[in-house]
């Protein structure tokens, strides 16, 4: 079966660079949501999607944004880059919208700032 | 938001034996998710279980809505049950379906 795929899978930045994470939720899956775990933690919610639109955000810094674009992949923009932002980024997907239902997730993306 | 809390925080497990996680939360939860996160950081969906009992291979689940707990069993454990647990819960009545997770319980079934 097809599940979440992220891209790149391991990305190296430095210092004040910026990133975009790419991710392709599962076929028909109409919501995306991101989230962030640092070293040791547990995962912490960034973001969320519904049908292109935003309906959710959590603790995601002013220096990231984020959208869903038309065939619902969704990209996490990343700017001014800090060394705490060195973290494991899980993009996940559910169908169902504001019913909720089974959030699947990605392989995530590693993001090491230097 | 809800308060999720796991326990125990660290397992040490002979292989073939069994085990209990405990998941408290600490409002009515309608989303209720348990995960496994490999070595590799990898979060494997294990159940999605708001309330009743699911059971897969060795594993299952039980989550009781009315007492906002839900337990993980492993039984027979394999080395490769190593890892850290994840319960994670969300609640729709506050417009979000945003998942919160606990602290995870880290475990370690040694040979």
């Known amino acids: 079966a097809a599940g979440v795929i992220q891209s790149p899978r391991h990305l190296i930045k430095e210092k004040r660079e910026t990133a975009t994470l790419k991710c392709y939720p599962i076929?028909?899956?109409?919501?995306v949501y991101w989230y962030q775990q640092g070293p040791g933690q547990d995962p912490q919610f960034l973001i969320s999607?519904?049908?292109?639109?935003?309906?959710d955000k959590g603790s995601i810094p002013d220096r990231f944004s984020a959208q869903q674009f038309s065939d619902y992949h969704s990209e996490l923009n990343m700017s001014s880059l800090e060394l705490g932002d060195s973290a494991l980024y899980f993009c996940?997907?559910?169908?169902?919208?504001?019913?909720?239902?089974?959030?699947?997730f990605g392989p995530g993306t590693r993001l090491t700032v230097l | 938001g809800i308060q999720v809390e796991q326990s125990p925080p660290d397992l040490i497990l002979q292989e073939g034996a069994n085990s209990t996680l405990r998941c408290n939360f600490s409002?009515?939860?309608?989303?209720l998710q348990w995960f496994h996160q490999n070595p590799w950081g990898q979060l494997i969906n294990l159940f999605y279980?708001?309330?009743g009992t699911k059971q897969n291979g060795r594993l299952s689940a039980t989550t009781v809505a009315t007492e906002r707990y839900s337990l993980l069993y492993i039984s027979s454990s394999q080395t490769t049950d190593s890892g850290v647990y994840f319960c994670?819960?969300?609640?729709?009545?506050?417009?979000?379906?945003?998942?919160?997770f606990g602290k995870g319980t880290k475990l370690s079934v040694i040979p």
């Open positions: 999607f519904y049908e292109k639109m935003q309906s």
């Open positions: 409002d009515s939860v309608n989303n």
């Open positions: 076929p028909r899956h109409d919501t």
């Open positions: 994670a819960g969300a609640y729709s009545g506050a417009g979000s379906y945003q998942l919160t």
């Open positions: 996940a997907s559910s169908l169902g919208g504001l019913a909720g239902g089974t959030q699947y």
């Open positions: 279980i708001p309330s």
